[in-house]
């Protein structure tokens, strides 16, 4: 059973950047297709970002807006999403899932491993 496990999350100013991480255990990395999806308190887990098993297919949510870029490391076994000019609605705890096909999925369902999620703070 694969497991993801995230880190990076921490608190930033309005604006500032980060680099989330999530790295697979349990499989074979180059297997699957990965995505980053979000939820702030009393809200629903949303989509942000998926990349495609190799790396060369990615997509992303709107709201996103050229912001964050997803990519991955086939050979380190990691998986990235670099956040720029974040705002507070941004605020929220940032889950790794997992589908063992290669292509990008953008819908919940389709992912069958999650990890527990790093939370990000982005203050005024």
């Known amino acids: 059973q694969v497991q993801p496990a995230e880190s990076g999350g921490g608190l930033v100013q309005a604006g500032g950047s980060l680099r989330l991480s999530c790295i697979l255990s349990?499989?074979?990395?180059?297997?699957?297709?990965l995505a980053w999806f979000r939820q702030a308190p009393g809200m629903e887990r949303q989509f942000v970002a998926a990349i495609s098993s190799s790396g060369g297919s990615t997509s992303y949510a709107a709201f996103v807006k050229g912001r964050f870029t997803i990519s991955r490391d086939n050979v380190k076994n990691m998986m990235y999403l670099q956040m720029t000019s974040v705002q507070p609605e941004d605020t929220g705890g940032y889950f790794c899932a997992a589908r063992v096909f290669p292509e990008v999925k953008r819908e919940r369902a389709d992912f069958a491993a999650w990890g527990q999620g790093t939370q990000l703070t982005v203050s005024l």
């Open positions: 349990g499989g074979t990395f180059s297997r699957y297709a």
